[in-house]
C-alpha cells in the first residue's frame, strides 16, 4: 500500500490506498446534468498514463510524429499538454488539502478541473490535484504526478487475486441501472431508468478492437446481450458480402475455444490490468478487451428479481414494483471512448479505420453512439 506525500513539504496528503487498473470509463462524459458517482473504489489509485486537462494544442498544432510517439495515432481535435502519469483517487480519500478559490472555474454543477490544479496542500499552499465532480463526469481526485510522492507504508500485502478467484467472485455489472439527475429528472423523481454508462464505455472501447480485429471484413458475435451490445454497430461500419470473422466469448472458467476462431471477447483484470489470455500460445485470435464486471454478466446474463418486501417503501428506495422500465433506446457505445481508443490503436493508419473516425468526427453514424 501506498502514501501520497507533498512534494513540497513531505506532508501526507491521502489515507493509505493500493493500486488497481484505471476504470475505461475514466475520461467519459455521459448524457446532459447526469449526476454520475465516484470513479474509483475507496482505498484504491490508479494511474492515468495520458495527459488530462489543460492546456491544450489544436491538431494542426502538432507534429504527426510527435503525436505517434505519445500513442496517438489518427487526427484528434486536440491533445493535452499536461504532465502525465496523475494519480486517480476517490474523494473521500484525499487528506490535507484546501480547494482553491480562484480556482473552481464556471462548471455548470460542479467542478470540472477546466483551471488546472484546484486543490492545494494546507501545509505549504503547493497545488497539488484537480477535483471534478461537474454533472455528466465521474468524481474523482487526479493527483498531479509532479507536485506528489508515492511513498510505501507498512502493511500486509495481498497478492491480486488469480482469474479463477476473479470468475468465482467477481460482480457482474448490471448493464441497465438507476441514473442520477441535479434537482430532480422525469416525472418528479431524482433517478431515471437507462443503460449503464459503464457499459456504455466499455462498448466504446470494445469496438474500436473490433473494427481492428475485423480486418475489414464482417464480423458475427454471440446471440443475445452480446449481440444486443454490438452487432448493430459492427453490421453498419463494416462491409457485406465478405467471409464472416467469428468472436466469441472466452476466459477464465469458460470452455477453451475453438482453433478456427477469430477474435476473443475477454476480461480485464481489474487489479493488474491485465488482458487474459488463453493457454495455448498457438492460438492467434485478437483479444478483444472487456471490463471484467461487463465481461461477468455477458457470459453469465442476470434476469430481474425484485425482492418481496412488507409495510411502506421509504421515499428515498427505488420502487421495484412495478419492475424498472427499460431504456428508451437501444444502446450506443460511448463515442468519446470509442474515439479515444481507435486514436490510439496503430490499426487506425489504415484508409478503412482512419475514415471511421473522419466519418465520426462530421457527424455520421450519430445514431450508433
Known amino acids: 500500500m501506498f502514501v501520497f506525500v507533498c512534494a513540497g513539504c513531505g506532508?501526507?496528503?491521502?489515507?493509505?490506498?493500493?493500486?488497481?487498473?484505471?476504470?475505461?470509463?475514466?475520461?467519459?462524459?455521459?448524457?446532459?446534468?447526469?449526476?454520475?458517482?465516484?470513479?474509483?473504489?475507496?482505498?484504491?489509485?490508479a494511474v492515468d498514463p495520458d495527459p488530462w486537462g489543460g492546456p491544450w494544442r489544436m491538431w494542426d498544432e502538432i507534429d504527426p510524429?510527435?503525436?505517434?510517439?505519445?500513442?496517438?495515432?489518427a487526427p484528434v481535435h486536440a491533445l493535452s499538454d499536461s504532465t502525465p502519469g496523475a494519480s486517480v483517487i476517490a474523494p473521500g480519500d484525499?487528506?490535507?488539502?484546501?480547494?482553491?478559490?480562484?480556482?473552481?472555474?464556471?462548471?455548470?454543477?460542479?467542478l470540472d478541473g477546466a483551471d488546472g490544479p484546484n486543490m492545494a496542500c494546507e501545509a505549504c499552499d503547493l497545488p497539488v490535484a484537480t477535483r471534478v465532480d461537474d454533472c455528466s463526469l465521474w468524481q474523482a481526485v487526479r493527483l498531479s504526478p509532479d507536485a506528489v510522492h508515492r511513498v510505501p507504508v507498512d502493511g500486509i500485502h495481498t497478492p491480486p487475486l488469480s482469474w479463477v478467484e476473479l470468475a468465482e467472485q467477481g460482480e457482474g455489472?448490471?448493464?441497465?441501472?438507476p441514473n442520477a439527475t441535479w434537482g430532480g429528472g422525469r416525472l418528479g423523481s431524482n433517478h431515471y431508468w437507462s443503460w449503464s454508462p459503464k457499459w456504455e464505455a466499455a462498448a466504446g472501447q470494445a469496438l474500436a478492437h473490433l473494427l481492428v480485429a475485423s480486418q475489414g471484413q464482417p464480423v458475427e458475435v454471440p446471440?443475445?446481450?452480446?449481440?444486443?451490445?454490438?452487432?448493430?454497430a459492427l453490421d453498419a461500419l463494416l462491409p457485406t458480402?465478405?467471409?464472416?470473422?467469428?468472436?466469441?466469448?472466452?476466459?477464465?472458467?469458460?470452455?477453451?475455444?475453438?482453433?478456427?476462431?477469430?477474435?476473443?471477447?475477454?476480461?480485464?483484470h481489474p487489479q493488474t490490468g491485465q488482458t487474459w489470455a488463453p493457454a495455448d500460445p498457438t492460438m492467434s485470435a485478437y483479444l478483444v478487451p472487456l471490463p471484467l464486471g461487463v465481461w461477468l454478466w455477458l457470459v453469465s446474463p442476470q434476469s430481474y428479481l425484485p425482492v418481496p418486501a412488507s409495510g411502506r417503501i421509504p421515499q428515498e428506495v427505488l420502487r421495484d414494483d412495478p419492475l424498472p422500465l427499460l431504456p428508451n433506446h437501444l444502446l450506443r457505445a460511448d463515442r468519446r471512448t470509442f474515439q479515444h481508443t481507435l486514436a490510439r490503436l496503430p490499426a487506425v493508419r489504415t484508409t478503412r479505420l482512419r475514415t471511421v473516425l473522419e466519418n465520426l468526427t462530421q457527424g455520421a453514424s450519430a445514431d450508433l453512439f
Open 241 to 268: 458480402g465478405l467471409p464472416k470473422r467469428r468472436a466469441v466469448l472466452a476466459g477464465p472458467g469458460q470452455p477453451s475455444p475453438d482453433a478456427g476462431i477469430d477474435i476473443l471477447l475477454v476480461p480485464v
Open 11 to 45: 506532508a501526507e496528503l491521502t489515507t493509505p490506498l493500493s493500486q488497481v487498473a484505471l476504470p475505461v470509463h475514466a475520461r467519459q462524459m455521459y448524457g446532459n446534468g447526469v449526476q454520475l458517482p465516484v470513479l474509483m473504489e475507496s482505498g484504491t489509485f
Open 65 to 73: 510524429r510527435e503525436a505517434e510517439a505519445r500513442g496517438v495515432y
Open 94 to 110: 484525499i487528506r490535507g488539502t484546501r480547494l482553491i478559490p480562484e480556482k473552481l472555474g464556471g462548471a455548470c454543477c460542479g
Open 173 to 177: 455489472a448490471p448493464p441497465v441501472e
Open 223 to 232: 446471440g443475445g446481450l452480446t449481440a444486443d451490445v454490438f452487432q448493430r
